[in-house]
């Protein structure tokens, strides 16, 4: 279940979309947004420090002023070791670059890359994912 999410982007009317279609598919209704990279590492610093309040999914652009999607998943891992919360992260990008994609798709902080605009089957696909991803294996 997504209880929280972040949203990063420097698009207001993308967060707007995204919000949305999130709060329509799954009704989640705990939504944080930061404008950039640079932002988001300092909310999560801020959750690490209160020790609450860490999303459950981050929607991630790639293109953004003041701290790239690139620039946040290098400062995440820095941070990564002091959170003790499972995080999905995805790359939600309108990027072309297929370079991109296919590093987005190899990273191991990133779940997957979602195409923008997000709609109510990458949603599903989403949840699906990070429900699958808690699933722990029963050995008889």
């Not at 705990?30 to 959750?47: P, T, V, W």
């Not at 991630?60 to 290098?74: A, C, S």
């Not at 605009?117 to 294996?137: G, W």
């Amino acid at each position: 279940m997504i209880k929280n999410t972040l949203i990063i982007d420097d698009d207001n009317l993308s967060i707007y979309l995204t919000k949305t279609t999130l709060e329509r598919t799954i009704n989640c209704k705990n939504f944080e947004s930061a404008n950039s990279g640079n932002q988001a590492i300092d909310y999560l610093k801020y959750c690490i420090e209160k020790n609450s309040n860490f999303p459950d999914l981050i929607l991630l652009d790639l293109d953004m002023p003041n701290g790239n999607g690139w620039q946040f998943i290098e400062d995440f891992k820095q941070i990564k070791s002091k959170i003790k919360h499972d995080i999905n992260i995805f790359m939600l990008s309108n990027t072309f670059d297929k370079g991109n994609i296919v590093k987005a798709k190899n990273c191991t902080l990133i779940t997957d890359f979602i195409s923008k605009p997000l709609v109510k089957q990458d949603v599903e696909q989403i949840e699906a994912k990070i429900v699958n991803s808690k699933l722990t294996p029963i050995y008889y």
